[in-house]
T-cell receptor
Framework: AQKVTQAQTEISVVEKEDVTLDCVYE???????LFWYKQPPSGELVFLIR??????QNEISGRYSWNFQKSTCSFNFTITASQVVDSAVYFC?????????????FGAGTILRVKS | KAGVTQTPRYLIKTRGQQVTLSCSPI?????VSWYQQTPGQGLQFLFE???????NKGNFPGRFSGRQFSNSRSEMNVSTLELGDSALYLC???????????????FGPGTRLTVL
């Protein structure tokens, strides 16, 4: 069975601090895909990154970076020099490679509050 | 390109009624998935449609149903509403054609359903 755990329910930081959001996953498949989404107060889930299980390279996009550690089943997300606009709920999600179709299993989400 | 649109954005119903929610995917996307988001259960997958056929289904009772039209637009129906159906219903679209490789799903703003 698939499972995604985001142990941090809520994190508060002061603007310009770096913050790391943790994500641990469980799956029996050797081929799977991991995602991060951001949900601002408006409610829409905004796609941030997609990673497959064969690509363990870390990724950096501006102030965002992701660390994929297959050995520990973790896919952590770091925001460098956080800004107030980063305040949102962040979700990590897992999808196994199925013959066809999409089905995301989400973690419970981490609420990030960035104070000025 | 226009994003995923959902109508209505807000809905108030009473127990026992039924409701229909609508989703228009991104142009060119043929897969539409539906998710329910509640404070208690988080984000849960309801079902996915591709080429007017249900391709995947989550663990929800038969009161939850959907359909997809030839233009890829999708509707979701909930019959005999219960208080516990109060939630944010999110629709996501993707290309949906890759075998064994889940597409990135792009989400709409959601429909917030309140059941009184």
């Amino acid at each position: 069975a698939q499972k995604v755990t985001q142990a941090q329910t809520e994190i508060s930081v002061v603007e310009k601090e770096d913050v790391t959001l943790d994500c641990v996953y469980e799956t029996r498949d050797t081929t799977y895909y991991l995602f991060w989404y951001k949900q601002p107060p408006s409610g829409e889930l905004v796609f941030l990154i997609r990673r497959n299980s064969f690509d363990e390279q870390n990724e950096i996009s501006g102030r965002y970076s992701w660390n994929f550690q297959k050995s520990t089943c973790s896919f952590n997300f770091t925001i460098t020099a956080s800004q107030v606009v980063d305040s949102a709920v962040y979700f990590c999600a897992l999808s196994e490679a199925q013959e066809y179709g999409n089905k995301l299993v989400f973690g419970a989400g981490t609420i990030l509050r960035v104070k000025s | 390109k226009a994003g995923v649109t959902q109508t209505p954005r807000y809905l108030i119903k009473t127990r026992g009624q039924q409701v229909t929610l609508s989703c228009s995917p991104i142009s060119g996307h043929r897969s539409v998935s539906w998710y329910q988001q509640t404070p208690g259960q988080g984000l849960q997958f309801l079902f996915e449609y591709f080429s007017e056929t249900q391709r995947n289904k989550g663990n929800f009772p038969g009161r939850f149903s959907g359909r997809q039209f030839s233009n890829s637009r999708s509707e979701m129906n909930v019959s005999t509403l219960e208080l516990g159906d109060s939630a944010l219903y999110l629709c996501a679209s993707s290309r949906g054609e890759a075998s064994g490789s889940p597409d990135t799903q792009y989400f709409g703003p959601g429909t917030r359903l309140t059941v009184l």
